[in-house]
C-alpha cells in the first residue's frame, strides 16, 4: 500500500465526487420524472448537461490550479458541488434542479483534474502510476455500487435524499481538504489564467509523449463508453433480458478493471510504463479479436460478449493509470493543464463513441463489437504509432 493511504484516500475522494453524482442519479430520474410531472427528455437533462458541464470545466481547473495553487482552486470546486447539491435538495420545478446539478458537476470535476496534478506533484513518474491505480480501485466502485446506493435511497427516503448523499460527501471532501491538505506546487509568478491556457494547451499539444498518452486514454475509455451505450439495448432488445441482468453482466467489467488497476500498482515498477500501455492495450485488442471470431462462428450469447469484455476490462485496467500518471508528468510545471486538457479530451471521445453504440443497430451484436474492435486498435495503435515516432 502507498505511504500515507489518508492522503490517497482523500484523492480517491475528491477525483471521485464527480462519477458518484453521475452514476448515484441513474435510478432516480424516473422519480424526478414523476416528480416533476415532466416527459423524460427534461429530466434526461440533470444527466446530459451535467456530463457537458463536466467536461467544459476540465479545461478550465488545469491551468487555474498551476496559476493560482492547487489548494485554493480545489476548495472552490468543491464549495461549488456542496452548494449545486444544495439546489438540487431543495428545487421547487425540474429547472432548477438542472441548474442545480449543472453547478454540482462543475464543482465535481475539480477533483477528477486537480487530484491528479497534486499525485505528480508529491510522486515522481513511476510512483504515480502506481497512486493513481490505487485511487482508480477506489473510484471504480462508483459505477458498481452507486446506481444501488441511488436506488435504496430513493426507496427508503425519498428521491432528494440522493443529493443529499452527494451533498455530504462533498461536505466531508471539502471540510479535510482544508485541514488536512497542504499546498504541494507553488504559483506560477506573473502572467495572467487566460495567457496559461494560450500558453500551455499549445505546449502539449505539439508533444508527442502527451498525445499518445492522451490517444490511448481516449480510446482505452471508449471501449468501455460503447460497451456502455449499446450493451444494454442489446441485453433487451437482442437476448430479452430484464434490466437487472445487464447491471449484473456489467459488474464483470468494471470488476475486471478494478482487477487490472490492482494488478497494475504491482507490475508496473517491474515492467515500466511505457511497456504496460504497449502490452495491455495489444493484448486488449486481441481479445476484442476472439470476441469477434466467437460470434462470427455462431456463438452468440451475453457470455460470449461479457466474459471478453471482462478480459478487456482487465487489462485496460492494467495501462489506464499508467497512461493518466505518465501524461500528467511529460511538463510537471503544467501538471494542472496537462491533467485537465487529458480529461477534456477523454470525456469528449468517449462520450462520442458512446452517442455512436446508441444509435446503430442493437437486433444484432456485431455493430456494438465492430466499434469495440476498432476503438481497441486506435487505442494500441495510436499510442504505440506516436510513441514510436518521439523516439525516432
Known sequence: MPRNVRFVALLALMSGLAPISIHILLPVLPEIERAFGRGGGVSQLTLTLGLVAMAVTTIAYGPAADRFGRKPVLLFGLALFAFGSLLCIWSPNIEVLIVGRVVQAAGGAAGMVISRAIVRDVYDREESARIIGYMMS?????????????????????????????????????????????????????????????????????????????????????????????????????????????????????????????????????????????????????????????????????????????????????????????GVSVNPSIAGSASGLLIFIQMAVGAAFAQSAGMIPTDTPFPLVIQVTIAAFLAFASFSFLIGRRRS
Open 138 to 326: 477506489i473510484i471504480i466502485l462508483a459505477p458498481i455500487f452507486a446506481p444501488l446506493i441511488g436506488g435504496f435511497l430513493t426507496e427508503l427516503f425519498g428521491w432528494r435524499s440522493v443529493f443529499i448523499f452527494a451533498g455530504l460527501m462533498g461536505a466531508i471532501a471539502l471540510v479535510f481538504t482544508l485541514v488536512g491538505y497542504r499546498e504541494t506546487t507553488q504559483r506560477l509568478p506573473g502572467g495572467s489564467f487566460l495567457r496559461e491556457i494560450s500558453t500551455a494547451f499549445p505546449i502539449l499539444l505539439k508533444d508527442r509523449a502527451f498525445l499518445a498518452y492522451t490517444g490511448y486514454a481516449c480510446f482505452g475509455v471508449s471501449i468501455f463508453m460503447t460497451f456502455s451505450g449499446g450493451l444494454p439495448h442489446i441485453m433487451v432488445n437482442l437476448f430479452d433480458r430484464p434490466p437487472s441482468d445487464f447491471g449484473l453482466f456489467f459488474m464483470m467489467i468494471m470488476t475486471g478493471f478494478m482487477i487490472g488497476t490492482v494488478l497494475s500498482t504491482r507490475l508496473t515498477p517491474k515492467i515500466g510504463i511505457e511497456n504496460m500501455i504497449r502490452r495491455a492495450s495489444a493484448t486488449g485488442f486481441l481479445v476484442a479479436l476472439v470476441m469477434l471470431t466467437l460470434l462470427l462462428t455462431g456463438h452468440v450469447s451475453p457470455w460470449t460478449i461479457f466474459v471478453p469484455a471482462a478480459a478487456m476490462g482487465i487489462c485496460h485496467g492494467l495501462a489506464m493509470p499508467n497512461a493518466q500518471a505518465a
